[in-house]
């Protein structure tokens, strides 16, 4: 029987065994550059385009690509070359302007605007798909566009050699060239990572906007311009986190407009609410996929709703959040419980604290045959004297293991865990060096 071990593991001998090697070969390998073109004229010959607006030592000038052959037309595209600056490049931690290395001009951001949306076209989702997925191997990731240059590299001899670009922060992963549709010849972006080479044509006709996105630590050149003018607009890409997994890297939201932070802050203000410090919980109001190893690698960040704002708001005050499994005590073990004679007052106190997991994908297993003082010794988490402000909800349990249950006849049992948010409130002494308190 044919397997793809024995396959793989056989040398290549004929032309179809040459050719499935050399597509699993490039399958291994990671994408590092992708690229693609959007229609700038439809069928009909009505063009969408893009506009540039740009400032002039007089007013505000504005040009949409492709541009017609009236001479209005022509003189605005005369006034864009007019408003450009040479182009320079870093070297040793310099700016620097040498033609015979790269020779093009440009606009910075802050001089010129433009109508194109690269997250409205789709580029950006398409980017996200192709090249984010592999970046710090991190999931839940999105993409922050930002425009950096207007350039233009012009017929005779515009070109930019061999190079790689310096990311301007650890988080930018990558850059996006978008050519805008004006004809040309020649200026082909070749961009190449690990001994590959992918390269970029984009002359001809000026009916579509041809756009490649590729990693940070890769080369790359703009071969010679011969006619016309290639014109694009480069954006710097950096990674950020996405919606939906937004908890603990939400800077955008002003914590102290919501009615929980004040609260908060005011009982943590206040020596009479828990001087003693000690484990503050709070149920989650939604359900997780808290109690298996994938869904426990989302939390905090997916956390949302009121759960969210709690963690939020609990961290801005200077108390961390702990995000843990607590442990369902069926009513049956309650029952149990109820009906133990306790040795001691603190063994009766304990037997209500809460069952804590070390971790969010813990699994842990109990011996049911023993007494009760036996479970609490042998139990392989934390046990918890929780200040709970809320009940757990229906629904949002998981289940956290499964086990064996002996006695006079075996039966397979299972446990079950509610998410849960805990605080460890500082004594009332300690929680006047809090931040923000």
């Known amino acids: 029987m044919y397997t793809q071990e024995n396959r793989a593991a056989t040398p290549p001998h004929d032309a179809t065994d040459l050719i499935a090697q050399a597509l699993a070969d490039v399958l291994t390998e990671v994408t590092y550059t992708c690229g693609g073109a959007i229609e700038a004229v439809d069928d009909s010959g009505s063009t969408s385009g893009v506009t540039i607006r740009w400032d002039s030592t007089d007013a505000t000038e504005r040009i949409t690509l492709p541009c017609d052959k009236s001479d209005a037309a022509q003189s605005s595209f005369d006034k864009l070359l007019k408003g450009t600056t040479p182009a320079s490049f870093g070297f040793q931690g310099k700016d620097v302007i040498d033609e015979s290395y790269r020779k093009a001009s440009k606009l910075d951001a802050s001089t010129f605007s433009t109508d194109f949306c690269p997250y409205y076209a789709g580029i950006i989702d398409v980017i996200g798909q192709a090249l984010l997925a592999t970046f710090k191997k991190e999931r839940g990731l999105g993409i922050r566009a930002e425009l950096y240059k207007l350039n233009v590299y012009q017929a005779p001899s515009g070109l930019f050699k061999p190079h790689v670009d310096t990311p301007r922060s650890e988080l930018q992963f990558g850059s996006l ?8 010849e020649g200026g082909q972006l ?9 390269t970029f044509d984009w002359t001809g006709s000026a009916n579509k906007i041809h756009w490649a996105a590729f990693y940070s630590d890769c080369e790359h050149e703009v071969l010679e311009v011969t006619s016309g003018h290639r014109i694009t607009l480069t954006y710097n890409l950096y990674a950020r986190h996405g919606l939906g997994e937004l908890t603990g890297h939400t800077n955008a939201i002003d914590l102290e407009q919501l009615p929980l932070y004040q609260k908060v802050k005011a009982a943590l203000q206040d020596p009479s609410f828990m001087p003693e410090g000690g484990t503050l919980g709070i149920y989650c109001l939604h359900a997780y996929a808290h109690a298996n190893e994938v869904g426990a690698k989302t939390l905090p960040p997916v956390l949302k709703g009121a759960d969210m704002v709690a963690y939020e708001v609990f961290r801005a005050l200077g108390v961390i959040p702990d995000v843990r499994p607590i442990l369902y005590l069926d009513p049956g073990y309650k029952y149990e419980l109820k009906g133990y004679k306790f040795k001691t007052e603190e063994e009766r106190e304990v037997a209500n604290w809460a069952r804590v997991g070390d971790k969010l994908s813990s699994v842990c297993m109990s011996k049911y045959e023993h007494d009760f003082p036996y479970q ?6 934390k046990l918890v004297d929780v200040l709970w402000l809320n009940k757990f909800k229906r629904g949002t349990h998981n289940l956290q293991y499964t086990y064996l249950a002996y006695g006079n006849e075996a039966s397979l049992e299972h446990k079950y865990s509610h998410c849960a948010l805990l605080f460890e409130i500082p004594t009332a002494d300690d929680r006047v060096t809090l931040i923000n308190i």
């Open 177 to 184: 060239v978008v050519c805008l549709p004006c004809e040309h």
């Open 190 to 198: 070749v961009v190449r990572r690990e001994g590959h080479s992918t």
């Open 376 to 381: 609490l010794g042998e139990y392989p988490h």
